[in-house]
DNA sequence: TATGAATGAGAATTCATTCAT
DNA sequence: CATGAATGAATTCTCATTCAT
């Protein structure tokens, strides 16, 4: 058992090793990585990769798993510090969700991939996982909310929470570009859609909120 | 003066007839269809579809551009025949909205594979085309909005209905899944993720502008 | 038969238009450009090419045609000039040849591509065109030769010149880089091949020569 | 360590056959087959070859080196067997020479594409390591020539077997005929050029070394 | 367990040439 | 004669995944 218990730590470690890597090169190229220079970057053999994850995706959602789990945890002091009902709630929460947001690093760009990429080949379970420990994650915040700003009906909290992610990936992957565009954003006509992303989420956040409090 | 250069209009419907064979594909597969299905499914040859398009990602910006095009055609009479301020527009600014987006077919994937996916291989100029058509539709759809209910300041109804268009967009990504996913959404922790997008779509844009009106 | 004549003429002029447009390109990229960018080049459609050269490469070899033709024609007073027999032959006309060939433009590149590239897709007509046309320039200039130097026996002067081209063309292929390749010929190891084209003509013709008149 | 890692030997083994095979189909087709076609001949798969190669270039440029390597090597024994000075090195030299050249196989077709076609797409590495065998070869070669005939000054050795190599290979150009031509050789205006290589390629040798000797 | 060699499906794009008008 | 739209053959290279050792 203890061998066992050590195996288990030692397999833990390289796929966290593994996960680093993989992160590291996805931030640097701003594309998925291939297994074989994600494998190297660990220092592991290009096979050994599918000893731990059983494909490419496996990879990226459980990057994706940790981060959410990240920012569920983040989110529950927020969520408790809230004030009981009333206006400045709107305000509190959006302001200290954006700051929670700009901490998560390549979140936003990985969750929006999850879509259009990931899910594309990707075995069920992996994806179970993920998408539970998404329901899940906000199911729970959306009590706390609910417990603590008085918010109502039960489940309106799940659903604030739920519109609020929507509402961040939504505008995350509207005025995000790829560096090769970037460019584009100086011209006069498109003006209207170079926007600092941090203080455009704080103020859209801050508004559904409103709008959900009344 | 050359005598059998197309005219405008059969370049146009050569251009159209290979537009509506790429929906078509992109529907049935829920992936980017290779360029030589797209041309089998147009009637044409392969080499044919690079007279009227530059690579591939170009046919799907163009679609993508088309769908925009008939969403703010649809938009205009919308707002105009919202009522001035008061609590009354946004509830019916969401209905009309989610009708709106129910009829604009798949304009909601086509737009979530934009970032992720087009942008990867495409010139810059049908970007820049695209890019702007979005960011004046919004631009035109703002100014008309805050005439017609007084929204103020001005530039406020413009970011509104960038709002919208992020909430309507991360929302979809949300809540859809690809057809092998779909069972997932039975389990009963998965539960809180299966909604009803139209239905979901219509509370949350309500909730976002009886925020923004406060 | 005026309006015949004129017909030719412009014929032939159109054919010279698209000479010099294939030549220009050829010259501005160092590889044989599409057809479609001649005929623009040249101010015609891309089917029009058709109507005056049969393939591509038809185009190239009548260049080389052209080119061999107008350095056999600049090569009869050099032999003209030469002194009858003895030391002084070798040199003379190595400087000479030397300065022909500079001034013979893109010839060499061209004749480099014609076993290479351009025999590999040609109607078996203008490459014998192009054939006899360059074993008569040298049958001819080799009688001139023998006849002013007196170089012996019959035959001599042919194969001497053949001896002459032979040697211009694969010391060009020698000495030659592509443009990306020129900063290779910076680095020490390659210094025995980073030599001035013109002066080892020179010198490798010289040598030749001498070595034919004894 | 890898426990199954190739070793040395049976990676260039593998090389080998790549390679071998790619010369055959070379010799039989006359031009650069399809990489696809040279893993079949291989008995491997197509992607296995761009684990020894990185471009189908870098195949032929290969080939190159091997064969001039082989060559120098015969060179060697050559160059050390010519007399001292006087009349009868050119004459010893071509013959040996013409031999060496005779036993070389594909060296000159493969040598004359190498401007025109294999530098269009090879990583440069290859290229440096080509030319390099090549400059040294003939430096090499220069060096033992001038030792064993008292050619001089220094540098004229390797000067020498520059325009040697340059005589061969344009000879070689200017008397090879793709198949499909070989017939235009007996039409009675192109007799000029329907000359022997072998015999051809000994008296332009004898030639340019008995004027190099003066 | 780890390795890494081998696999082979997969797809975009170019461009010479034809031919209906 | 001229046009230029249409054709479709042709080929490279990448990379996720497997599996013998």
New interface residues.
Partial sequence: MARNALSEDERESRRQILLEAAHRLYRERG?LPPVADIATAAGL?KGTVYLYFRTKEEIFVALLEDGFARLFAALGPVLDGLPRGGAAV?AQFARHFGQLVAASGDLLPLA??????L??NLP?EP??RF??A???G??AAGARLEAHTGLAPAGSG???L??T???????W??L???A??KI?LK?P?????D?DFAN?LE??I???????F?
């Fill in positions: 594309v053999a709107a929006a991939l999850a879509n259009a990429v899910e594309q069920v994806m179970r998408k539970t998404l329901a899940q906000i199911a799940e659903t604030l739920l519109h992610y929507a509402l961040t990936l939504g505008l992957q509207a995000s570009y790829p090769a565009l584009l011209e006509e498109l003006r209207g859609l926007r455009e103020n859209a801050a508004a559904l909120w409103r709008g959900a009344h």
